[in-house]
């Protein structure tokens, strides 16, 4: 892996400077943006090597190194929710990485999604080596932001258990989780486990309507015995309030705690920006920027 990771970022590092060298041709106070791939283990078929894809994008504006978050997408896949973020994080300096979890896999719909998302955990492993081999980025100020599935990868991520077994050495220096279903942690289903943190700064994001948890309750709680993990319920609020596209409604066995049954997953465009400048405020006080 590390030899392609090696290969990637020189052929990236040629591109941004052929590309920065073209004057008037990009908008030099918008992110330089480019799709990159890395190699994953497939944890459902040791005999396969997933190539995972992702969108890069580098702030015009920032010294480096640059610090980066990876970014994880829900149960469908990726959509508005990445992009939302990846702009405010770019606007503070902060690079972004949001991976394609499913297009490696061939996964089309939410339905067939692997069967816990510790499955994916190699993914998200995966990107901070990525990122943290890259010049221009600095290796110990690497987050990680993920939505629902991917929110409950960003929640595993700050486990010493996962991160002995994938970091290679490395760890996240933030955790940002947007309903990352918190009823289900070490005794909610077996493997899913969050009580040994590796101390870095965790902030979880939750609506008071969330389908999965019957509200905040559970991730007030889960969160309740760490002075490291901070919980936001936002009010009036469902699954997926900062998804900005149609509301729908899903059926999933995981919600309503375990029991299954109907999710609805509305948007609520006013959350969407508080919710926004929070995690941009916790990333950038994780990484040391105010001030800078």
């Known amino acids: 892996m590390k030899s392609r990771v090696s290969y990637v970022a020189v052929v990236l590092i040629a591109a941004l400077a052929s590309w920065q060298c073209q004057a008037g041709k990009i908008d030099p ?80 719909s939410a339905a067939e999604r692997p069967p816990l998302p510790t499955v994916t955990l190699p993914d998200a492993f995966g990107a901070l080596q990525y990122l943290a081999a890259l010049p221009g980025i600095d290796a110990q100020k690497i987050g990680v932001l993920g939505f629902s599935w991917g929110g409950v990868m960003s929640l595993l991520s700050a486990d010493k258990n996962y991160t002995s077994a994938f970091g290679n050495g490395l760890q996240f220096a933030a955790h940002v989780a947007h309903y990352p279903v918190c009823w289900a942690y070490n005794l909610g289903i077996p493997g899913i486990v969050f009580n040994d943190l590796t101390g870095a700064p965790v902030l979880m994001q939750v609506g008071n309507l969330d389908d999965y948890d019957e509200g905040g309750a559970p991730c007030q709680n889960l969160a309740a015995p760490y002075t490291e993990v901070s919980v936001t319920v936002y009010p009036n609020a469902h699954h997926g309030w900062d998804r900005l596209q149609p509301a729908l409604t899903v059926q999933d066995p995981f919600s309503h705690l375990g029991q299954g049954g109907e999710v609805n997953i509305v948007p609520n465009p006013g959350k969407d920006n508080q919710s926004s400048k929070r995690l941009v405020r916790d990333f950038v006080d994780a990484f040391g920027l105010k001030g800078k």
């Open 29 to 108: 106070d918008l992110p330089v943006i480019t799709y990159i791939q890395y190699e994953s283990p497939n944890l459902l078929n040791p005999a396969e090597t997933l190539n995972i894809g992702g969108q890069l994008r580098v702030p015009a504006s920032g010294s480096e190194p640059l610090p980066a978050v990876v970014i994880l997408h829900g149960s469908a896949g990726v959509d508005s929710r990445g992009a939302l973020y990846a702009r405010a994080l770019n606007d503070a300096g902060i690079a972004t990485l949001e991976i394609d979890m499913w297009g490696a896999r061939g996964i089309t």
